[in-house]
C-alpha cells in the first residue's frame, strides 16, 4: 500500500487534489486508517490516476470525467463524450483566432498615426436592379454562406447571366442587431428574365440613395464602419430610410485571408424635410 505523499509523486496529482478526488468520489483511497486519518491507495489505481489526469488535459471537467469513468470500457460512449469536447476546443479555436486578428487589428490602427483608421463615406445612388433573391431567417449573422450555396444550386440549371455591374450583397431586414435566427435577404444582380426556383426570388429593385463606405479587412471593423456612417448622416441632414445592406467587392468565397476581404457597407437615406 502507498501512503498519500508516495501514491502523490507517482501519480503526478497533488496532494491537495488527491484529497479533493476523493471528497467527491472521483479517486477513493483503497484504504483508510481510522485512528489517523491517513489515506492509503495501491499501484492498481495508479492508472485510474493517469486516466483522470489525461481527460482533465483534453479539457473535461470533472463532473463529466466522473461520468466517463462510469462507461470507460464502452467504446461507442467514450467516442461520443470526445467528439462533442472536440467539436467544443474547434469552436473555442475559432473564436480565440478572431480574437487574435481582433488584436491584431486593433495594434495596427492604434499604430496608425496613434489613432484608429478615417473612413471614407459617400452619398451615392444604387441603380434599379434585377436580382435573384433568396430571403431567410438564419440561425446566425455568419450563416450567411448557406443562402448562397442555396441560391448558386437552385440557379444552376438556368444558365443565369450576371449584369454589369454585378452586385453582389446582402440586406439585413432585422430592425436591430440579433443573436439567433437573423432575417438576411441575398441579392446577386443579374441580366434576362428567369423563373422563380422554391426559395430563389428574381424581382426588380428599385434604385435607393445610400450613404456607404467601402472598406478593406476583416468584418470586425463594421462597428466603427457604422459608427463613421452614423456620423455622416447626422451632421449632413439625411434620416436612416429603409434596411441596411453590404456589398461583397470581394467575398469570403474569393478571399484567402480576411484581410483581403473588400466590402462595401451601405444604408439608405433620405434628405430631412
Excluded at 508516495?6 to 485512528?35: A, N, Q, T, W
Excluded at 448558386?152 to 436591430?176: M, S, T, W
Aim: with cysteine; hydrophobic share 35%.
Amino acid at each position: 500500500m502507498l501512503r498519500i505523499g508516495d501514491f502523490s509523486k507517482l501519480s503526478r496529482v497533488s496532494i491537495r487534489m488527491l484529497r479533493h478526488y476523493d471528497k467527491i468520489g472521483l479517486l477513493v483511497p483503497e484504504e483508510v486508517d481510522e485512528s489517523t486519518g491517513y489515506r492509503y491507495y495501491s499501484e492498481s489505481q495508479l492508472p485510474l490516476a493517469e486516466k483522470i489526469q489525461v481527460l482533465k488535459t483534453m479539457g473535461f471537467g470533472l463532473s463529466v470525467i466522473g461520468e466517463i469513468l462510469v462507461k470507460y470500457e464502452d467504446a461507442e460512449e467514450i467516442e461520443q463524450f470526445l467528439q462533442i469536447k472536440r467539436e467544443e476546443l474547434l469552436c473555442q479555436a475559432q473564436e480565440t483566432e478572431q480574437r487574435i486578428r481582433l488584436l491584431d487589428n486593433t495594434i495596427q490602427w492604434l499604430r496608425k498615426d496613434g489613432n484608429f483608421m478615417d473612413y471614407n463615406v459617400v452619398l451615392k445612388t444604387l441603380p434599379r436592379r434585377y436580382v435573384a433573391s433568396v430571403r431567410q431567417v438564419i440561425p446566425a449573422y455568419n450563416c450567411e454562406g448557406m443562402l448562397w450555396e442555396l441560391l448558386n444550386k437552385e440557379i444552376a440549371g438556368q444558365d443565369v447571366r450576371p449584369a454589369v455591374p454585378c452586385y453582389g450583397l446582402a440586406v439585413f431586414h432585422d430592425k436591430g442587431f440579433k443573436e439567433s435566427d437573423v432575417d438576411v435577404e441575398i441579392q446577386i444582380s443579374v441580366s434576362g428574365i428567369y423563373q422563380d426556383t422554391e426559395n430563389v426570388r428574381f424581382k426588380d429593385v428599385d434604385a435607393m440613395e445610400i450613404a456607404s463606405v467601402t472598406y478593406k479587412g476583416s468584418y470586425e471593423q463594421l462597428t466603427r464602419v457604422n459608427k463613421a456612417v452614423a456620423e455622416w448622416i447626422c451632421e449632413n441632414g439625411y434620416d436612416f430610410n429603409g434596411a441596411s445592406l453590404c456589398i461583397y467587392h470581394v467575398s469570403p468565397h474569393d478571399a484567402e485571408t480576411p484581410e483581403e476581404l473588400v466590402t462595401e457597407v451601405c444604408y439608405p437615406v433620405k434628405k430631412k424635410n
